[in-house]
């Protein structure tokens, strides 16, 4: 039997900056702490419930039409009861409350490769304005939060998206720090604006880890702005990232990631589910490499139709998705115990979130497209899905023709190797000439390129940064809205690397 003692990180960021042990709390006098806890139940927000337990509704000031008054001494007794039980059965050092600023875990005495497993439910963007919130609390316990490097999106506060994302980055990269190798650390996010949730993958894609999967939380029951908020993704998400393993980081260190691509992909696949997973198409593989490869200021040795072939000389291809040569077996006996409504189910719970750009909109139509449709079928599914951003992305049409194949007034994904090939050549040509396009414009005139597809820049950026002409890079990022850098990781990261290589960002 394992009885190796497991050490776990519950991190929050929202308590102000105090600190708990679970034998010692300093906070403010006992009495008042008790009376402060047990509050809520004496107002007009505790409601009156036929089952007589009655209870708040939480995360919103809300008045209920039926009150239920309680009697204070009860219930300051019963949390003193459980304070004194909880003690009781509490040992030594096994439990550390800590509130404190996430992005300097050091405070902790935490050494680097040190926990097994981080859980984190951090604050969702612009969703509740936590210190604020807290102030009528805080004035009565007189301890105010230092919100200074509270990680939200707040206009008094002048934090804007690339403040909330720096923040983020820095609380991910402790969390980076103190993770042992080949561990996990578990998300749970909740925003209905794509711009957030793709800056918490980016913060957490700079921190180190590599997110393996993105699944959805059902509560059942959801929150009250769940419920009421016109928008409102109405479930949680849970993003599962691991640490990579220690060798594969040291040898990408010492060889400056030369000829450790395929490695880096089986490294992920491996952490995978054996299962059907957006992130076992070759678009997501090849997006995780560049991210990996760019973010160290590596060497990037394959363009897309390079590392298609690296995929299908070392892994298989089953079903639209790679796996590794041992994952075969367990993936033919997966789907024999899941069936046909169980596969169907898994599928739809990791559907892409949110049609924002050209990218989303491909991932989501190659999840689609798992069986061949016509194109009012695919036309009335994905208006549905398309939200607003800031991507110029071609028509529905053009991603169609461009990007898949029609056959007997059905499109349908490429299956062979020739017709994936032909499709990656077009793709490449196609994006080569509108990013030559953008290259022209930026040198001509002095007004910021606006409506610009993102996909060309980054294809552009790319080969641009395998030729090292980081001049090129510059030129047409100065001419590039400054939102979309801040707000576009895979943009930004070939940017900051050619200031850093051309000395203009020393």
């Known amino acids: 039997m394992d009885i190796t003692p497991v050490s776990v990180i519950v991190a929050s960021f929202y308590a102000p900056g105090v600190s708990l042990s679970s034998y010692n709390i300093t906070l403010f006098p006992f009495f008042n702490w008790f009376l402060t806890a047990s509050a809520l139940v004496h107002t007009k927000m505790y409601s009156f419930r036929s089952n007589r337990k009655g209870g708040i509704i939480k995360g919103t000031l809300y008045i209920s039409s ?6 204070p001494l009860r219930f300051i007794k019963d949390k003193v009861n459980s304070y004194v039980k909880w003690k009781a059965t509490s040992h030594k050092n096994s439990i550390c409350f800590s509130c404190q600023d996430q992005g300097s875990l050091l405070n902790l005495d935490l050494r680097n490769d040190s926990i097994d497993y981080i859980f984190t439910d951090p604050p969702f963007g612009s969703n509740l304005m936590y210190s604020e919130l807290n102030f009528l609390w805080e004035a009565w316990l007189k301890v105010f939060t230092n919100n200074k ?37 578990t998300v749970v996010f909740h925003n209905s604006k794509a711009s957030v949730w793709n800056a918490i993958q980016e913060a957490m894609t700079r921190a180190g880890f590599v997110v393996a999967q993105v699944t959805v939380m059902d509560r059942k029951q959801g929150s009250f702005k769940q419920v009421t908020s016109a928008g409102a993704v109405k479930n949680d998400l849970i993003i599962n990232a691991y640490k990579p393993k220690m060798q594969l980081e040291d040898n990408f260190l010492k060889k400056a990631g030369v000829g ?11 952490h995978l589910p054996v299962e059907p997973n957006i992130g ?12 990996h490869y ?5 060497e990037i040795r394959l363009d897309a139709r390079q590392f298609y072939t690296l995929l299908k000389d070392n892994f298989k291809l089953i079903d639209g998705y790679w796996f590794t040569g041992r994952q075969i077996l367990k993936y033919e006996e ?3 115990k899941q069936g046909l409504a169980g596969i169907k189910e898994i599928k739809s719970g990791q559907q892409i979130l949110f049609v924002c750009d050209e990218k989303s909109a491909l991932a989501w139509l190659y999840e689609f497209l798992e069986s061949p449709q016509t194109y009012t079928d695919i036309y009335t599914t994905y208006s549905k899905n398309l939200t607003a951003g800031d991507d110029a992305i071609p028509e529905l049409r053009e991603l169609l023709e461009n990007n898949f194949i029609f056959e007997n007034g059905h499109y349908r994904r490429p299956q062979t190797g020739q017709e994936k090939e032909a499709i990656a050549e077009k ?32 294809s552009g950026f790319t080969r641009a940064y395998q030729e090292k002409r980081f001049s090129d890079i510059l030129a047409v990022a100065g001419k590039l809205d400054r939102n979309l850098l801040e707000t576009n990781g895979e943009i930004n990261d070939f940017v900051e690397i050619a200031r850093l290589k051309t000395g203009e960002g020393l």
């Open 66 to 71: 039926l009150n239920q008054e309680n009697n």
């Open 149 to 185: 490097r509270e990680a939200i999106i707040n206009n008094t506060q002048h934090k804007g998206l690339p403040e909330y994302k720096e923040l983020m980055t820095a609380c991910f990269k402790e969390m980076y720090r103190i993770l042992k190798p080949n561990r996990w650390m």
């Open 260 to 270: 450790l691509e395929r490695d880096f992909v089986a490294d992920v696949l491996e």
């Open 280 to 291: 076992r198409t070759e678009q997501m593989l090849y997006s995780k490499v560049l991210a």
């Open 294 to 298: 760019v973010q160290r200021g590596y």
């Open 334 to 336: 997966w789907k024999r």
């Open 427 to 458: 793709r490449e040509k196609e994006l080569a000439r509108t990013f030559e396009r953008l290259l022209a414009e930026a040198g001509s005139g002095a007004k910021k390129i606006k409506g610009v597809r993102k996909e060309a820049i980054i």
